[in-house]
């Protein structure tokens, strides 16, 4: 087959393609409509800015279908048919196509800034000190830092703060990060994003500090963190890997903006302490 | 043709003299399941939930030639787990989300619609109850039909004309709180229960004035005595139940809170001793590891004063669940002779694969015998009443573990089984399988990566996915079984005219006959079956078999669902021994009513 007849049919069925999905110019994203700092449907959280910068160097419009992101949320949306891309998920993520990461984030210590400094699993404050954790409670299984707690017998002063919550409520998942600041617990252990956006903002600011170890038998406390795709959609996947790489100063600084505490390249925390 | 006849009256005579020569067959508790009147006005038939018809127009030797009378769609392709009800001259139907209640006048040709209730369950909270949006029926009680909505409220419909009497909201979906099981009445208070135990949801019982939907009493599963009602006429049998404030104390401090026991299962009833009897789901959302104890009152059964909701008894089926076996199943109440005494028990197909007798009036276990293959457990103790762990085939987080047998949704889930006392034998429909865990490298949730489980369920030994097992209640041992290729995900009904009924998942409803097990007709419907089949005797005089199809529920999802096959462990695992059900089946939700020509 002559190479310029292929270049052609090629073009026709990215035409094709293109009708088919209403509009040339259209990213298709399901997002959460009410959980900062990640997203929201006022479109204040830094998944929202950065899928701007994504949408804007591949010239597209976005498209959001809100969808709260818990048990099923993958298969309602994506799978569902209806979008293309999910924002902000943990890269390998099982039955779908991940995109490279763009951060790696970690699970980190929230404390007051006038209490101890907790900046180990192992220290022998934890043994005494109200800990809060987020329960998900997916079969069993938890956050690492939960399980991490209960393999060192650390369980009656752990308190589980439900990761969903009341969705009534603005971003239900906060209740942990506040309850530091009311005095409920004396430390939360959670996921980093959240806690360097919701610490930063309580007023006085609270301490966040990166979990150590960083790999605590079977379960690391840093993740990456990627974009989804359907898979078998290679050219989505390329077409955002380029704009995440284009656009990566950009990108870098919506994170800090957020607060969002990094242990990559890009890290503020990584540095020898 | 007259050998068959032959045969046929030989096997009556024969099965007639077995009932009458032989007082010892176990008798289902006479007050809970007063003289048939031909309807289908509970879920379980009746307060003793034998789920038994004394119908006998079809019978063994004619059911084949059975044939459709109506049918009618839902108008809902997800998982249809409800049975129908039949009273009077009136069908009432309640389907998966949004939890239409339709009404079918039996009088005309094709029982047209007469009226339809829309309860509107909240649009809004699509997605923030994920899960399950199945509804396993409605109960009918004076002039109203009682049921519930996947968003946490119980409904009484004015069967006259279809208008909500009363509305209580119970539940917060908001929270992950939700309902599907179906009511019971009792005197003058419907009986309902919750479900969301994955979200950290405390379970509870509630009773609602019928009249009014006004709570009069609530029950929770955990935490303090007197949130339990638990008081001064509780008398567990066995000593690890007796203490104060165990829902408390065998828990660290207020995980409690969020510890699950909810109560989406059945309620069977003994107006002879006012006791409500209804099992409690596992206990949650923290990893075992991070709730040591026995996590009272979850994965277990209990014993109320209808009247007051005060406990009487609790006997725990699973201590600790780490299996996820939620003790929710059916419990079918029975006079029955025990080594030379007449004893009143209640009996329960388990999750964890045993047959369970126990003495009704104290919760103490009779016996306690395995009717599926099962790995993980030794049996029962019957001094202590305990459950006995294998610890080589519990789930393990830092190492992959294989063959666990039984699996997450047990050796039986929800569907219940049905008791004939002609036969003596509890027709269990049921599962076959065993799964390997292993730890997951990356989950996410609410902007929260995670490590999870990798569950892997697979057929257990022979290959056959499910079964349907005919189970000698008085001997503790197994008569006959189907197997099926597919986990048989539906009820059962048994009747006079001694044959069976029961649904497959390929959409398969078979009638077998109730001593031998020999499969005596099927007809394929639409949709693969996970629903309850009744009986009923329509207003020609006539019996009629209906049963809802559509497949779904947790082990359909993989159709109802669109799950993708090549993703193992979604639907908690399920999937993977569920890939080929795509190929046997597709999305429906529609009524099937038979009859003789």
Partial sequence: MPSGYRKASVTGLLLLASVAGGNAHELRVCSDPNNLPFSNSRLEGYENKIVDVIAREMQANVQYTWWPQRRGFVRNTLKAGLCDLIPGTVSGLGAVRTTVPYYRSTYVFITRPEAHEIRSLDDPSLRKLRIGVHLIGDDGFNVPPAHALARRGIIDNVQGFSLYGDYRQDNPPARLIEAVTAGKIDVAIAWGPLAGYFGGRQDPPLRVTPVHPIRDERFPMTFPIAMAVLPGNEWLKHEVEDAITKRRPEIDAILSAYDVPRVDAFSRLARPQ | ?597
Wanted: proline share 6%.
């Fill in chain 2, 1 to 597: 043709m007259s050998i068959t006849r032959l045969i046929v009256a030989l096997v009556c005579s024969v099965l007639a003299g077995t009932v009458s020569g032989e007082p010892s067959l176990p008798r289902v508790a006479q007050a809970a399941a007063p003289a048939d009147d031909w309807q289908w006005s509970m879920p379980a038939k009746n307060f003793a939930s034998s789920r038994y018809s004394s119908l006998d127009e079809v019978n063994v030797g004619n059911v084949k030639d059975l044939r459709v009378a109506f049918t009618f769609s839902t108008g809902v392709n997800k998982g249809q787990e409800a049975a129908p009800l039949v009273v009077g001259n009136t069908m009432y139907i309640v389907s998966p989300y949004p939890n239409i209640l339709y009404a079918l006048d039996l009088t005309q040709p094709g029982a047209p619609m007469k009226w339809k209730y829309e309860p509107k369950p909240e649009p809004a909270s699509q997605g923030v109850a994920c899960c399950d949006v199945v509804n396993r029926g409605a109960v009918y009680s004076n002039g109203r039909v009682y049921f519930n909505t996947l968003d946490g409220n119980a409904i009484a419909v004015d069967v006259s004309t279809g208008k909500e009497v009363w509305r209580t909201k119970l539940g917060d979906i908001n929270r992950g709180e939700t309902i599907t099981m179906a009511p019971l009445v009792v005197k003058d208070k419907v009986l309902v229960g919750n479900s969301g135990g994955e979200y950290g949801v405390r379970g509870w019982l509630v009773a609602l004035d019928a009249g009014t939907g006004k709570q009069v009493w609530k029950a929770y599963s955990t935490g303090p005595d007197r949130d339990v009602l638990i008081g001064s006429e509780f008398k567990p049998y066995y000593d690890s139940d007796k203490g104060k404030d165990l829902g408390v104390t065998t828990w660290p401090p207020n995980a409690w809170e969020q510890g699950g026991g909810t109560v989406w299962g059945w309620i069977s009833y003994d107006p002879d001793s006012n006791l409500i009897y209804y099992g409690t789901a596992n206990p949650g959302p923290w990893n075992h590891e991070q709730r040591p104890g026995d996590n009272k009152w979850t994965a277990g059964i209990f014993a109320r004063d209808a009247h007051t909701g005060q406990a009487r008894w609790f006997y725990q089926l699973t201590p600790h669940d780490v299996h996820d076996w939620d003790g929710i199943n059916e419990i079918i109440l029975l006079d029955m002779e025990w080594k030379g005494q007449q004893r009143k028990v209640l009996v329960r197909p388990e999750r964890n694969g045993y047959l369970y007798i126990l003495d009704r009036a104290t919760g103490e276990v009779l016996s306690a015998e395995p009717f599926a293959y099962t790995n993980s457990t030794h049996g029962v103790d019957l001094k202590t009443g305990r459950l006995q762990i294998n610890p080589d085939k519990q789930p393990k987080l830092n190492q992959t573990v294989r063959d666990i047998c039984p699996t997450a949704p047990g050796a039986k889930d929800w569907n219940p089984s049905a008791y004939s006392e002609r036969t003596g034998l509890l027709y269990i429909p049921h599962n076959n399988l065993c799964m390997d865990v292993q730890t997951m490298d990356a989950n996410y949730i609410a902007g929260t990566p995670y490590v999870g489980a990798n569950v892997k369920m697979k057929a257990g030994p022979g290959g056959n996915r499910g079964e349907f097992s005919a189970w000698d209640i008085q001997n503790a041992r197994k008569r006959w079984s189907i197997k099926e290729n597919f986990p048989v995900w539906s009820g059962a009904v048994a009747t006079a005219g001694n044959v069976v009924f029961y649904g497959t998942m390929e959409g398969w409803f078979k009638a077998v006959n109730a001593e031998t097990g020999d499969v005596l007709w099927q007809f394929k419907t639409a949709s693969g079956i996970i629903g309850q089949p009744i009986t009923y005797k329509g207003p020609d005089g006539h019996q009629y078999v209906a049963v809802l199809s559509g497949v779904g529920g947790w082990s359909g999802a993989i159709v109802s669902g669109d799950l993708d096959p090549r993703d193992g462990t979604a639907a908690l695992g399920f999937v993977n021994a569920m890939r080929d059900l795509k190929d046997a089946t597709t999305k429906g939700g529609a009524l099937y009513a038979f009859r003789l020509p």
